[in-house]
């Protein structure tokens, strides 16, 4: 018989959120939609979508920038978790500084590869450039979120820009995608 010894364990559930609140970082219990609630969800959301278009058949140097841009969703939903009223930002939930430099210079990359835009583009075309329409959208709502909690709760500009260059990353991901498989965009047409 074999025996395992657990040094730790943690239980998936702790039922603490079972009468509609949950804790914030810091201590603090908050009704689960509240409006901070609300923002780091539509983040994790935006974090899964990202997780499922890493599957995906896509090059290396793809993968490896949604995984990068996975990790600053996840620092970014720590620290609009934590309740800074009570507790200092710990490092990890700080966005490094030269964050947008970098995403910025991978929607420039993208945007070399792609041909110039002469009309609006619908989503669809590709799988993988439609889930990036997906992310694009979960974005811009990601944004709105954050502008609702702005209201209420100081948030580091620095996320609110690198959110909004999200949606442009994902347009230009796209649209990349879409053309690497040899799908055409479909372009907006005006009905007659």
Same mark, same amino acid.
């Given at each position: ?66 995984? %990068? !841009? ?5 620092? @970014?939903?720590?620290?609009? =978790?934590?309740?800074? +009223?009570? #507790? ?10 030269? %964050? !947008? ?5 991978? @929607?420039?990359?993208?945007? =070399?590869?792609?041909? +110039?835009? #002469? ?18 959208? @979960? ?12 209201e209420s709760y100081d948030i580091d500009n620095q996320i609110l820009v690198f959110v909004n260059r999200l949606s442009d990353y994902f347009f230009a991901l796209s649209r990349y995608f879409t053309l690497e498989e040899g799908v055409e965009e479909i372009y907006w047409?005006?009905?007659?």
């Open positions: 018989m074999v025996t395992l010894n657990y040094y730790w364990t943690m239980k998936l559930y702790t039922k603490t959120g079972d009468k509609g609140q949950t804790g914030l970082i810091g201590g603090t219990r908050v009704n689960k939609n509240d409006v901070r609630i609300e923002a780091y969800g539509t983040v994790d959301e935006l974090n899964s979508f990202i997780g499922l278009l890493s599957t995906y058949k896509i090059s290396k140097i793809n993968k490896d920038f949604l995984h %990068i !841009i996975q990790n600053c969703l996840f620092t @970014i939903g720590s620290s609009l =978790a934590t309740d800074t +009223s009570k #507790t200092q930002l710990m490092q990890a939930s700080i966005l490094k500084i030269d %964050i !947008i430099d970098t995403i910025e210079k991978e @929607i420039d990359r993208l945007d =070399a590869l792609l041909p +110039s835009l #002469t009309s609006f583009i619908l989503p669809g075309g590709s799988k993988s450039g439609a889930l990036c329409h997906v992310c694009r959208t @979960i974005s811009r709502r990601v944004e709105r979120r954050l502008f609702d909690m702005k047409k005006r009905l007659d």
